[in-house]
């Protein structure tokens, strides 16, 4: 199992109180140890920083953690192998282009016996996360040929997409396209909003706390999404198996909920 | 006008020597400042360092020099912007997937009035550019809606391709699919193959010398691809204009030239 952590603003936001305890899960305070990644959208252009050395010990997360990138649309990954050698085309986040936008997908869990057929985009390497993201972006391209239908038609295709994928086993993803972040719950997916009033916030991987009441700006709002929460001073909400958010502006906005089987 | 870098080798290879005497001509020995960008593919695998600073004040860039990646088929881009504004998603190399795998593009030139029917692959930012590299994916999989057709059809068909986009304005390219590195010259490109006997080799842009006879195996062979010379001891080949090699396992193995119009 992996690690998921996304962040979704409606101002671009550093994400490095966050990912300062997020990363020490990759071979210290948790023993994901198989490569790692972050995404950061900016406007419509995305940088993809990945590694396949833990996190701990790579120069990559190294400048990651100095380097406050902002950006309203961050997903990250740090992974335990389950499908797929320790190499970097299994490394998550992946980047494919859709509508003239970029997508990028990040998943915790595992498919079992999933081999759908593709068409138009193709894996590169040999998980099922990336068969998963695959259908998905050839899903949507099949549904709306006319191009982006809207968030909210969106949400509703990605919905019936993702209840059918999280048929064939654990399926925790993160999903943006630089505007929206989805995030869907098999079993481990926490989020938390950070808005006004701030308050302090205390890391539960490491010792290090930030006040946002004196780094944040009134109107700020910032959703945090992880696997496990990461402050243990705030109030994070466990998103309910099945579940569907639709994350804008820093907020979630719309959710969906797959039928029980 | 931009400036590329382009390394295709037989064993994977760090960069370090030549990017130290490319990443200056970012704002220091050449006045190109509006973004850059680097891919390294590690088997299958791809990752694209992407900043929209100039390359003597980038962290990435600082990273890059510091962290040496070792790779087979590497292609970086020092942007001057002619098309597009500064900014992540005009950066080049641009990433896409085609037949399951990462292809990386850049573009030194100018494509006037160069707005052609693309369909499936769709550019993100606004650069003649990256609407150039769309259109050759999408040609690409038109032809070859089977696959991958192996190089030698892979290379015919890109040429009839360059030289139909070349015939819009300067495109001197590189393109890779982690395999084989193509390079296409309108105006400014030149290569260098290093192999056995290897001796010392010493930067234009800075006073550094390497002696590769002391660093590179027997068997090693290395060619690298720029828009300008890198050293001023070593015989770097002029490409002639519409001139399209294909270079594997570090050197030229096969060479395409367009009808002069």
Redesign the interface.
Known sequence: MCQLLGMNCNVPTDICFSFEGFHVRGGLTDHHRDGWGIAFF???????????KATIES??AE?VR??PIRSKNVIAHIRKATQGVI?????HPF???L????WIFAHNGNLEGFEPPVD??????QTDSERAFCLIMSQLRDRFPQGHPGNEALFRALGEISCAVAAHGLFNFLLSNGEVLFAHCSNNLHYLVRKAPFGPAHLIDQDLSMDFSQVAQADDQVAVIASFPLTDNEPWTAMPPGQLLMFREGEPVAALQCRRR
Not at 99 to 102: D, F, I, K, P, Q
Not at 120 to 125: E, I
Request: charged residues 25%.
């Open positions: 900016e406007g419509p252009g995305c940088r993809v920083f990945l590694d396949s120069p990559v400048l100095r380097y190499a970097l085309e299994n490394c980047q494919r282009e509508w003239g936008r970029y138009g985009f193709l894996p590169v390497g």
